[in-house]
């Protein structure tokens, strides 16, 4: 019904950037909220940053003013905008949405299948 195709991860040094994306396409008659999570090698998934339709967005403490998060709702995609990488960022980053179904008017969750960030010189 819906996918969200994440983009733009890879290898970077210690303070290089990258800018993921994530388009979501499908069945949608809107998206509430959009947000980046990521899943450390041994370690549980966790929310980065998140954004409403509206624009509202929210970070995980540790990464406000490193990350930010954007978002074009014409194009129903999320950008994730990372400086000052570090090791400790390496992580698989996956997109999320909640999403109204446009046939069902039902409000279902979506994940991406996730894009690596590895950061190491």
């Known amino acids: 019904q819906v996918q969200l195709v994440e983009s733009g991860g890879g290898l970077v040094q210690p303070g290089g950037s990258l800018r993921l994306s994530c388009a979501a396409s499908g069945s949608i008659f809107s998206i509430a909220i959009m947000a980046w999570y990521r899943q450390p090698p041994g370690t549980e998934r966790s929310l980065v940053a998140s954004?409403?339709?509206?624009?509202?967005?929210s970070y995980a403490d540790s990464l406000k003013g490193r990350f930010t998060i954007s978002r074009d709702n014409a194009k129903n995609t999320i950008y994730l905008q990372m400086n000052s990488l570090k090791p400790e960022d390496t992580a698989v980053y996956y997109c999320?949405?909640?999403?109204?179904?446009?046939?069902?008017?039902?409000?279902?969750?979506?994940w991406g299948q996730g894009t690596l960030v590895t950061v190491s010189s």
């Open positions: 954004i409403t339709n509206g624009g509202g967005t």
């Open positions: 999320y949405a909640d999403v109204l179904i446009s046939s069902t008017y039902s409000l279902r969750r979506f």
